[in-house]
């Protein structure tokens, strides 16, 4: 995939998931295109360009990523385009619901199909990984909030997963 000046944001982060398996999360309207007035380099991404050379490529136009993987783990910067799908952390992540919580507060205002769907796999993998009571309020918290914001989350959605919460 060939990236240059003039390609739509929401055109590389549906290309990306499909070719790649990763979630490209950046700030901004899904509309924006990447411009600049700036002479401006192109990239080739490949299976082998790494996340920092995509990070580089794209703070060119002022946009600034994160890269995650099926699983909600926020893909390291030294990582190739190739490892994305399997990369895990060697560490335990002690806090692994609040930090996906996080990435739903990212996603929970979209309406995209392409975003219902992480939005729905992050709860999923929330929800098993979900222990104490206060991880329960704040899943609980989240949900409400993603069905008062999101018009494509709707009460069966969100009744589902209060049920495979409790």
């Given at each position: 995939?060939?990236?240059?000046?003039?390609?739509?944001?929401?055109?590389?982060?549906?290309?990306?998931?499909?070719?790649f398996g990763g979630l490209l999360i950046y700030e901004g309207s899904p509309n924006k295109v990447l411009s600049s007035k700036n002479k401006i380099l192109t990239l080739e991404l490949t299976k082998k360009t790494t996340i920092r050379e995509f990070e580089k490529f794209l703070q060119q136009f002022n946009v600034s990523i994160k890269i995650y993987n099926s699983s909600g783990i926020k893909v390291d910067s030294n990582v190739e385009m190739s490892e994305i799908q399997n990369f895990t952390k060697e560490e335990i992540e002690l806090d692994f619901v609040k930090k996906n919580l996080k990435l739903i507060s990212s996603l929970k205002d979209s309406t995209l199909f392409l975003d219902m769907d992480w939005l729905n796999r992050i709860y999923h993998q929330i929800i098993y990984a979900t222990e104490t009571i206060e991880d329960k309020k704040l899943v609980i918290k989240s949900l409400q909030d993603t069905l008062v914001t999101n018009s494509k989350f709707t009460q069966d959605d969100y009744d589902h997963f209060i049920k495979q919460l409790n």
């Open positions: 995939m060939l990236l240059e000046q003039g390609i739509k944001l929401l055109d590389l982060k549906k290309s990306f998931k499909a070719e």
